[in-house]
């Protein structure tokens, strides 16, 4: 059975910084391109950050230069740095494949505010 396991969200100031990590099934992480998505109150999942299996990035406009998307091939993670956060930020990040999604795993809630 397909498991994502996101992790390391937490309440942070305007301006913090967090770090996200998910936890991937190996057969799925050494073949896709995996992505960050998040869903904010009262608004529908969209798409955060990708990366392709040779590190080819590509990010959301809202959130370039202040977002970092990386791999881990030893440790099949995928991680999102997240710099600079603003209010509108706050929402619960999900990883999925960045084509063909698997089930979604649970989520980890971050929020930002003062």
């Known amino acids: 059975q397909v498991q994502l396991v996101e992790s390391g969200g937490g309440l942070v100031q305007p301006g913090g910084s967090l770090r996200l990590s998910c936890a991937v099934p190996?057969?799925?992480?050494?073949?896709?391109?995996m992505a960050w998505y998040r869903q904010g109150p009262g608004k529908e999942r969209e798409f955060v950050a990708a990366i392709s299996t040779g590190r080819s990035t590509k990010y959301a406009d809202s959130v370039k230069g202040r977002f970092t998307i990386s791999r881990d091939n030893a440790k099949n993670t995928v991680y999102l740095q997240m710099n600079s956060l603003r209010p509108e930020d706050t929402a619960v990040y999900y990883c999925?494949?960045?084509?063909?999604?698997?089930?979604w795993g649970q989520g980890t809630q971050v929020t930002v505010s003062s």
């Open positions: 999925n494949k960045a084509v063909g999604w698997v089930p």
């Open positions: 190996r057969f799925i992480f050494s073949i896709d391109a």
